[in-house]
């Protein structure tokens, strides 16, 4: 079997990018030092544009992805807003019986939830220049969402968010060092925090 030897390489999509973009950048730099041949600096500046290109295209196809997510679970304070109002004028009309109600679809079932075990879940992935923070609000209104880079023991509040993904655009703490940072939210009625902080995620943000 052969062997791999790509430790320093980064799992992680964008930082890969950046990773082979550096590379296919630097090397020209250095090829008369270490007497590299014209056309291995080529081959080079081959596969890095090469690794750059495709990984650009999962960036923007995800970019993409999220963008339309985002324009979906924005229906829940758009159109399906304004549906469920018009819903309500139908029922308030002296024509409507429940068999009515039934046949459109607007009449619904009461389910009861003990908010003090309602509880968010995260997830963090880094992009060149913000971390994106997908969250699922478990039916709620929103959640509140902090941050802090690991190993620091206070939470900063970054925003009460209602429609996911969150980004998170705040530049490096030092320039040029990568970070860690760490995400926890709870759910948000719009008023106040209740149930159970989510688990905390992290990723490593290089800028």
Known sequence: MAKKYNHFIPRNDAERGRWSYNFGEKVPVYADVLNLPAELVTLVATLTGSVTDKTNKVTIKYQEYQEALSAKNGLDGNE????????????????????????????????????????????AETFPGFVAITFNKAQQLGVCLYARIKGTVGWELLGRPRVSPFKDRRELGTDGIAETREYMGVCWNGEEEFGQQSDIVFTLFGG
Do not use: F
């Open 80 to 123: 399906l807003s304004e549906l469920v109002r018009i819903a309500g004028i139908i029922k308030r009309s002296t024509g409507y019986t429940d068999n009515i109600g039934r046949d459109l679809g607007i009449v619904g079932t009461s389910t009861n939830i003990d908010t003090n075990y309602v509880k968010p879940v995260l997830k």
